[in-house]
């Protein structure tokens, strides 16, 4: 009932910046919050930043100050603008929408280079 479609990433120098985008289409009126989680090889999947409809946010701690979600909710997209990035930050990040199910995108892949 809801797809996930993402783009922006790519390869990065480290101290640079990237925006990822995740356009949601379907039941979008059944989707509480949306959120980004990157998954490293031989790392668990991990929250990055969740944004609700009240546009409550919540960040992992390393990424406070340094990320930021937004939405907008004309275009039913979700945004993660990522300044200052790391080389820790390469993994690959997945949209998720949360409603009745869980949703997730194909994911994209962040790399960093030192």
């Known amino acids: 009932q809801v797809h996930l479609v993402e783009s922006g990433g790519g390869l990065v120098q480290a101290g640079g910046s990237l925006r990822l985008s995740c356009a949601a289409s379907g039941s979008i009126y059944r989707i509480n919050a949306m959120a980004w989680y990157r998954q490293a090889p031989g790392k668990q999947r991990e929250l990055v930043a969740r944004i609700t409809t009240d546009s409550s946010t919540n960040y992992a701690n390393s990424v406070k100050g340094r990320f930021t979600i937004s939405r907008d909710n004309a275009k039913n997209t979700v945004y993660l603008q990522m300044n200052s990035l790391k080389p820790d930050d390469t993994a690959v990040y997945y949209c998720?929408?949360?409603?009745?199910?869980?949703?997730w995108g194909q994911g994209t892949q962040v790399t960093v280079s030192s």
């Open positions: 998720n929408a949360e409603g009745v199910f869980t949703y």
